[in-house]
């Protein structure tokens, strides 16, 4: 089951539910709040592949001290 973000509508925070993709755009309550006006927020996800042509834990020069883009490795700048 895929982990969705839904944002508060009264206190503006984010929660995460573990949902089954049929149940995704019914609202959850705010974990921060109790507010049961949620909605579904946009989020993005990272993949890990195969070889990108760099390598892996390479440092990266736009995001030093994180182990790589995004914190995982390999730089793609």
Same mark, same amino acid.
């Given at each position: ?20 993709? %049929?149940?995704?755009?019914?609202g959850v309550a705010?974990?921060?709040? $109790? @507010? =049961? *006006?949620?909605?579904? %927020? ?10 990108? $042509? @760099? =390598? *892996? ?14 914190? $995982? ?5």
């Amino acid at each position: 089951m895929p982990i969705y973000e839904y944002t508060c509508k009264k206190c503006h925070k984010t929660t995460e539910a573990l949902r089954k993709i %049929a149940d995704a755009d019914e609202g959850v309550a705010c974990e921060h709040c $109790g @507010s =049961a *006006q949620t909605q579904r %927020a946009h989020s993005v996800f990272a993949a890990v592949g195969g070889d990108s $042509g @760099s =390598a *892996q834990g390479e440092a990266c020069p736009m995001n030093p001290g994180r182990g790589g883009c995004c914190g $995982g490795g390999g730089c793609m700048h």
